[in-house]
C-alpha cells in the first residue's frame, strides 16, 4: 500500500508536498505552495485535533500554565486512548495501530492516527460526535509512521520541542498496549516511552 500510494502521490520532487504525505498535513496548510494530493483511498484515518493535554489547557488564576504531573497526564491519555480506540474498533473493525499527537503545532496538534476500515469510517465520520466533540474524518495518506515521527524525539534529542514538524506521539502506558493490542509493545514503542522523559522539550516541564 505504501509504495502503491508513493507513486501515486509522488512525494520526492518540486510539485508535490513530501510534508504532507509523510505525516498527512502541512504546517502552510492552504498556502503551502505543493500540492497536497488527498487520497481517494487509504489504510489511515486522521481525526484532526481531537486530543486535549491537559498540560497544554491548565492555567493558573493569572492566565498562565501551571504544572501538571506526569502521572495525570499519562492517566488522561489513557483514558482517551482506551475510550476512541474501543468506539471505534466496535464500530469499524479492528485496529491495526492508533496514535495520538502530542505536538503544539497548529497542524498536529490532538491529531489522531486510526489504521483499521479507514474508507468506512471516514464515510460514518462525517459530522457525528466522539467522546462529547463533533468529530471530522478524513483519508490519510500516511502508511508508515516510522517515516512521520521523529527519530530524534524517540531517543529524547529532539531540540525542536513540541512545535517539531514531525510527530511527537504521545505513548500509553505499557499495560493498555498489551490490554489493546494482546501483545508486548514494540522495541520502538518502549525506547519512546523510555526517552521521552529526557526529550529537551521545554514545555514539558511535568517530566
Given amino acids: 500500500m505504501a509504495e502503491y ?10 510539485v508535490n508536498c513530501s510534508f504532507y504525505f509523510k505525516i498527512g498535513t502541512c504546517r502552510h496548510g492552504d498556502r503551502c505552495p505543493r500540492l497536497h494530493n488527498k487520497p481517494t483511498f487509504s489504510q489511515t484515518i486522521l481525526l484532526p485535533s481531537l486530543y486535549r493535554n491537559p498540560q497544554n489547557t491548565a492555567q493558573t488564576a493569572d492566565g498562565s500554565h501551571c504544572h501538571v504531573r506526569h502521572a495525570e497526564v499519562q492517566e488522561h491519555c489513557d483514558k482517551f486512548f482506551k475510550e476512541v480506540f474501543a468506539e471505534l474498533q466496535e464500530k469499524y473493525g479492528e485496529i491495526e495501530e492508533m ?21 468506512r469510517a471516514v464515510a460514518e465520520l462525517s459530522n457525528p460526535w466522539l467522546k462529547g466533540q463533533a468529530v471530522h474524518a478524513e483519508l490519510s495518506p500516511v502508511t508508515d509512521f516510522r517515516e512521520s515521527c521523529c527519530r530524534q524525539y524517540e531517543i529524547g534529542e529532539c531540540t525542536r520541542g513540541a512545535f517539531c514538524n514531525f510527530m511527537h506521539l504521545q505513548p500509553i502506558s505499557q499495560n493498555l498496549w ?30
Fill in 5 to 14: 500510494l508513493a507513486s501515486v502521490c509522488g512525494t520526492e520532487n518540486k
Fill in 99 to 119: 496514535n495520538v499527537c502530542d505536538n503544539l503545532g497548529d497542524h498536529l496538534m490532538g491529531n489522531v492516527y486510526v489504521k483499521e476500515d479507514a474508507e
Fill in 178 to 207: 498489551q490490554q489493546l493490542y494482546g501483545q508486548e509493545p514494540s522495541r520502538r514503542y518502549l525506547r519512546t516511552k523510555r526517552n521521552q522523559r529526557h526529550s529537551p522539550d521545554h514545555r514539558h516541564g511535568r517530566f
